[in-house]
Nanobody
């Protein structure tokens, strides 16, 4: 299983970014996928998950600002982030669960300047 993130970067408060995760090595369409993040002060936390049927779930801190979606034809999961805040600064990791374990990408840095 391989998860490769892209799309991170530096953005000002109130700005937007879109993260992308390309997945391989799994039957993509029947897996839940999502995004976690970890800042230097905090443990890794769930941000958004999209189920195999396309139902999204969000953490309270990002609901209304972030949108998770999936493209089963391209084996890709996206995270559209809007109205970004300095507290969104973190390394963002793509996630899936397969064969009784979690899989993570290497992460992409998102930095929001105030």
């Amino acid at each position: 299983v391989q998860l490769v993130e892209s799309g991170g970067g530096l953005v000002q408060t109130g700005g937007s970014l879109r993260l992308s995760c390309a997945a391989s090595g799994i039957v993509f369409s029947d897996k839940s996928l999502g995004w976690y993040r970890q800042s230097s002060e905090n443990t890794r936390e769930s941000v958004a998950v999209v189920t195999s049927s396309g139902t999204p779930y969000y953490s309270h801190s990002v609901k209304g600002r972030f949108t998770v979606s999936r493209d089963n034809a391209e084996n890709t999961v996206l995270l559209q982030m809007s109205d970004l805040k300095p507290e969104d600064t973190a390394v963002y990791y793509c996630w899936t669960y397969y064969d009784n374990r979690d899989y993570w990408g290497n992460g992409t840095q998102v930095t929001v300047s105030s």
